[in-house]
């Protein structure tokens, strides 16, 4: 059984709580993310991360979106091309045309090292706060959800006021169909039954 990283665990046990989340207050079971972050934390972490920035400045480069696609990239697929590649340029120079210079493909081959180990720590933090942030988006979700669920049903059964809180709610579910008592009432008129 894999251990949550994040919140709660969604295997085998759904009230199992990991690392930070522990120490929360317990939430419903089926809530994802008992996470949250202290204004210092924050700040502390765009601190950092305008430090980062900074650092990283001086290697970035900001391509247009659609300019992408006009350059080439070695992915793994081609996992291998450098080493084979360098070392046939670096054998056989009088194969290499002119216009390349093995000064020029070293040095972008070890900044392209360099940027790797530099960005796939990056990216793992990236990825973990992203799936935080996932877990959180669908627990609030799952929260409005019902919500919309229990008023959609109060205006069904004609409770004062559901029908304003109803018409102020669809718009974020469009696909659902608001009850009989409820669209009459937004014509003025009276359901029929």
Same mark, same amino acid.
């Given at each position: 059984m894999p251990t949550a990283i994040y919140g709660v665990s969604r295997y085998g046990d759904p009230n199992a709580v990991?690392?930070?989340a522990a120490r929360k207050a317990p939430m419903t079971p089926d809530n994802l993310s008992t996470l949250s972050m202290t204004p +210092? &934390?924050?700040t502390a972490l765009l601190a950092a991360i305008s430090t980062l920035a900074g650092l990283a400045a001086t290697y970035s480069v900001n391509i247009p979106v659609d300019q992408k696609a006009h350059y080439t990239f070695i992915g793994?697929?081609?996992a291998g091309m450098d080493e084979v590649f360098i070392r046939s340029m670096t054998d056989n120079p009088n194969l290499l045309p002119a216009f390349v210079k093995m000064d020029d493909v070293n040095l972008d081959r070890n900044f392209r090292k360099d940027i790797? &180990?530099?960005?796939?720590p990056i990216e793992q933090i990236v990825e973990g706060l992203s799936d935080a942030e996932l877990l959180a988006n669908s627990d609030n979700f799952k929260a409005y959800t019902a919500y919309y669920n229990n008023v959609q049903m109060a205006a069904t059964r004609g409770v004062p006021g559901a029908d304003t809180e109803l018409a102020?709610?669809?718009p974020f579910f469009p696909g659902h169909?608001?009850?009989?008592? +409820?669209k009459a009432k937004a014509k003025n008129t009276t359901p029929s039954t």
């Open positions: 990991y690392g930070k +210092a &934390d924050k793994t697929s081609r790797k &180990d530099v960005v796939a102020k709610l669809t169909k608001q009850p009989a008592a +409820a």
